[in-house]
Each structure stands twice: as C-alpha cells, then as structure tokens.
C-alpha cells in the first residue's frame, strides 16, 4: 500500500518548518519587546501619584476595530455558500452505472 | 507528510509536550516572590498573552492598546496562514485533550467521531464575548477561553490543594464567613464535565465551546496550508482518526478546513500517504474538497440580540446590600469598571498570592465580578513588600508596580468599630492591629498596658494580643480610629483582629477611598 503514491509527492515541508521553527522562536522571545515599556515607572517617589493615576489611561476610539473585525469575520460564516457536488471516485462509480443503464438519457 | 525529514505528527507532539511543560513550569514559578529563574526569562503569562481572543476583546473593550497582549496580534496573523496551529500546538488544554485520548486508547476507549449537531455553538459564544467588547465590557464568558480556563483550574482548583499552611474548603458564591483557601467549585465542576464528555467525544471542548477555537476557524478559513488527498483510496482511516472530526465520513476527500488544527494525525495514519498538507496560495473557501460552517442566520441574530440585551444586565453590580464595600481589588488594580473590562478570569494573580487573601469572587458581588479577584481580609492580609498579583497579571488589570511603590495608593480603608473591640467591650488589652499596621494609620489612646514580662508573655504570647484584662478602673490601650490618608487597605488589622463574634471584626476593610494617593512616609 505505501507504494501508491506514482505522482511521487514531496514527503518533506521545508517551507513550513523554516515557518513553525521562526514563529515559535519570535513568540518566545517577542515578549522582551513588549515588556519594555510595561513596568509603571513610579520610582520618583511621592511626585510619581501627581501624574500617575490608575483612572487615567490614554484611550484611542480607534480600538474598537478590533472586536468590529473579528465579528465581521466570523459573520463570513452566515454568508450562503454554493453547494459543489465533489466528484469522488463513489461518485464517478455511481455515474457509471447511470450511464450503461441509460438512466441518464431519460 | 515529514518535517525537516521526521514526521510532521512526532514533531508536533514534541512541540505541544515541550510547551505544556513550559506552561506547567510557569504555572508552578507563578509564586511570592515570583523570582524563580524561568519567570526572570520568560513572563509566567507568556501564553495568556499570546491569545488573540484576550488581546481583542481587552484592548478593544476597554480601547486602550495594552502593550503586552500586542503578541497575540501575531497569533492572529499565523491563524491567518496556517490555520488553528494554535490549537493543535500551542493551547495547554488541547494538550490535555490529547494527553487524556492517549491515556484512555491505552483502556481501548475510541472516542473519535464526528461532531455534534450543536458544534456551532462556539461561534455564538465567541459573538456575544465580542459584542460584549463593542459595548466596553468584558463578558465573564471570557473564562470560557482555553487558556484562560486551564490557568484557573490551576489557580483555583489544583493551587488550594497545595497549600500547607491551612485549611481549605470547597466553595462558590458567599464566603466572607468561612477561613481557609477556597476550591472554585464551578470552575471544578465545569473541568469535570468538560474531561468527562471528552471521554466520549474527542477534544469536544475545541470542537462545540471554546470560543478561541472560533476565532482561529474563523481566520483560518482561507490558510494557505492545505490538505491534500488526490491518491485517496476512501478507507476512511482518516475520518475515524480525525481528533476533531473535520474530515467528513461519507468521502474522506471533503475536510473542513475551519475545524483541522493540524495535528497531522491523518498524514501519519493513512496507509497510502494521501493525506498530504501543502502551501498553497489561498483557496477558496469552498473548493473541491472544502467543506465549511454556515451558521445559521437566526440563530445569530437571536444570539446578537440576547446579549444586547444581556449586556445592561451583565453591567448589575449586585442585589446583596452592601456588597460593592466588601469588593476589594488587589493594590494598584484599574478602576472598577476598568478593571473590570480587563480582568480575564484567569487566576493568575490568585495563584501568585503569597498569603491567599485573593479569591475568585462568585456571584455575591453580581454577575459581572464572577471569577475576578477578591481580597478577602478576614482570612488573609495583603503580604508587605508583595507584588507578585501584579507581576502575574496577563493583562496589567492590576498595574505593575515597583514593590517599594506598593502603598502609593490605596487598595481600600479600614473602618474602625468600638462595638466590636475587646479593649472597648471587655477592658482587655488588644492593639494587635496597631501592631501589625504596616503603615502606623490607625490612632491609639494611651492607657494601661500589661507587663511585657509578665506570666502570659512566657508562653511566647506578644503584649499586644495578649488579652489580658486592665485592673478595675483603668483602662487599657486601644485603638480611636483609622486614619483615612494613611490606611491603604491591606487588611491586617482586620485579619488579626481578635473577634469577639467570630467573623465580625472591630475592623472591616472596604473599598472605600480606592486608587486615592496615600499620605504615609516616604519609604
């Protein structure tokens, strides 16, 4: 059974490898870039709380794209999809039979 | 199929083993003082951080761009191209899944199948905790995101157990009135039900509920890696084999590409290597051999328009009177409604706390504060020179802060009631909150004090707390009242108050005067 394969198919993905092996190195070590501005710098001392407040954030409307674009793109799945009618090797079997029985031409 | 020339499901397996540990050695670092060498390199939160669904609905409830969850902006980008990898590689409760199906295929268990009617199901989840993010709040079914679950469960199911320093007790809804670590009893119970029916249906939690799962199906519609199957023999193998039921059962050549999470199984299980996955340029979304989730319009709507509803509902605080004084945040956390937004339910700060004074709140302060940390004083005061909730913290909910900067503002006030004070009532000598008051904020009167070598401190017992009784006409030290500037709500004075009924202190800690800059001395 293992030998079926005549068309001789690529067994090895390169490609997605190079792609897994850099993305889980970025992930892992992508954390430094985002750590570096996230310790609230309180170190000088009382002065610090005349500006620092934790009710006070810079907030940017702009934001709200995100939820907006992940609730369009699960509303791509109420979209009506054409049903296709995979030509399988059954299906091809099937048609057969249809044809040396003339059902098709009635 | 092989990666780099060894099969691409061994390598997959070693990469999801490997991660897991990963977790589960953050997991195990994520405590006071939260020095541990792992922690120190790579943040205990890292894979909180790297969820899309968190990073959405935070930044995009609250519309404020929180620096550290921007990675999980590249987990979207990498569903985008390769489809659910996340699921099937990274996500520690998938490698549950997958470890559990190892374990119970051992015992002759064949658990996969194909997936329920009710599989869409997720996807009306994921659109509520999305529009509940539109409207600038975050949804408690937040907590229904793997990550976030699996991290609680530690938190608050196996994190109980393993402490020694007291007893636990098992618990949800109202728990001023008990002492001991707390057993999230719904968060226990949702986990047994979730790995009891995975026992009969493969992975059932990424196929029918998990809204991440949603989200990575619904971005990895047109991936780029595809499953390829034109020497296809129609065994079936495949389909019987498929964790998550995406490759169809009457023609193993249609797949559902939204539910594949690339685990590769197929590839390895095909006897005649026509399982294949190439990059391709996007397809269609339906090409020949894809198959895809319609959901059904009405019941989208119905969901959209239930959780319109819902969201005011979601937003009462409580019917219990009172309550919102006894809802104590961690020190430094956002403000409430802030907090709120951001908070994910994960456990993580619950988990670091040294003393076990933060507790996942059940339904006593409303629907809106299920899950989300409570500092429960009666039993635990917040520790001095702790940070560690902060540090843990995936979504800076609580603010990070440097430990000497801990009482630059107030978590809370305690309140102070001679009702209830054995120096007032019973002219016994007390003061063990003014002794334990990190900050000197509650006031005394000076009055008679016991010898401090006398017979009751020979048995190893402090003057303060003692409870000795003042001689006939005098009275005792005891406390006048708690300075509102100085006090930052830590909760000492009211764990170690000696109560005269048991579980009503003579001080209470309330929220009262939260995130106000204290006036103590500079450190």
Sequence with gaps: ?????????????????????????????????????????????????????????????????????????????????????????????KRFFREISGEDKK | MALFGVPTRRVRIVIQSSLFILWAALIYSTHYPMQSWLGNHIPVSIFLRIDPLVATVIMGGMRVGVTILLLGLVTLGVSLLLGRVFCGWVCPLGATFDFYSWIIKKFGVRHHGPSPSWFRLKYYILGAILIFALFGSTSPLIGLDPVVLITRVAAAVLQPFGRVDGAFHWSVGDRPHFMGHF???????????????????????????????????????????????????????????????????????????????????????????????????????????????????????????????????????????????????????????????????????????????????????????????????????????????????????????????????????????????????????????VRVCPTNAISIKKGWEPNPSGPQHKWGISAAGSEEIAPPKKTPTRPVHVNFDMCVGCGACETSCNQIVFGQPAMVTTSQGRAVPTTMPKA
């Excluded at chain 2, 790995?195 to 990575?216: D, E, F, N, Q």
């Excluded at chain 2, 709507?301 to 219990?320: D, H, M, N, Q, Y």
Aim: hydrophobic share 40%.
């Design chain 2, 183 to 433: 057993i999230d009893l719904s968060t226990l119970a949702l986990f047994i039900l979730i790995m009891g029916y995975t026992t009969k249906v493969s992975r059932i939690w990424c196929r029918a509920v998990c809204p991440l799962g949603a989200y990575l199906a619904s971005l990895s519609r047109h991936s780029i890696l595809r499953r390829e199957t034109d020497q296809c023999v129609h065994c079936n193998i495949c389909s019987a084999s498929c964790p998550t039921g995406a490759i169809d059962f009457q023609n193993a050549e249609i797949y559902n590409e939204s539910e594949c999470i690339k685990c590769f199984i197929c590839s390895e299980e095909c006897p005649v290597d026509a399982n294949l996955f190439a990059l391709r340029l996007p397809f269609k979304a339906n090409d020949k051999h894809g198959q895809v989730v319609e959901l059904d319009r009405r019941a989208f709507i119905g969901t959209a328009v239930t959780t319109l509803v819902a969201v005011p509902f979601a937003r009462i605080e409580s019917g219990v009177p009172g309550s919102i004084k006894k809802l104590i945040r961690p020190p430094m956390s956002r403000e409430e409604s802030d907090f709120l937004s951001s908070c994910i339910r994960c456990g993580e700060c619950m988990k670091a706390c040294p003393t076990g004074t933060l507790k996942p709140a059940g339904l006593e302060h409303g629907l809106r504060s299920l899950w989300t940390p409570v500092m429960t004083p009666l039993e635990a005061p917040c520790k001095e020179g702790c940070n560690a909730c902060s540090v843990a913290c995936p979504t800076d909910a609580i603010l990070k802060y440097p430990i000497e900067k801990k009482y630059t503002f107030k978590a809370g006030t305690a309140v102070f009631n001679p009702a209830s004070c054995i120096s007032y009532t019973e002219g016994k000598f007390c003061s063990e909150c």
């Design chain 1, 1 to 93: 059974m293992k030998k079926i394969n005549p068309k001789k198919y690529r067994k090895y993905s390169r490609t997605f490898g190079l792609l897994l092996t850099i993305l889980i190195a970025f992930t892992l070590t992508a954390h430094a870039i985002a750590d570096e501005d996230v310790a609230v710098n309180l170190d000088d001392g009382a002065e610090a709380a005349d500006f620092f407040n934790p009710y006070l954030f810079a907030r940017d409307p702009l934001w709200i794209l995100l939820p907006i674009f992940a609730l369009i793109i699960v509303g791509l799945h109420l979209m009506p999809v054409p049903k296709r009618n995979p030509k399988s090797k059954i299906d091809q079997g």
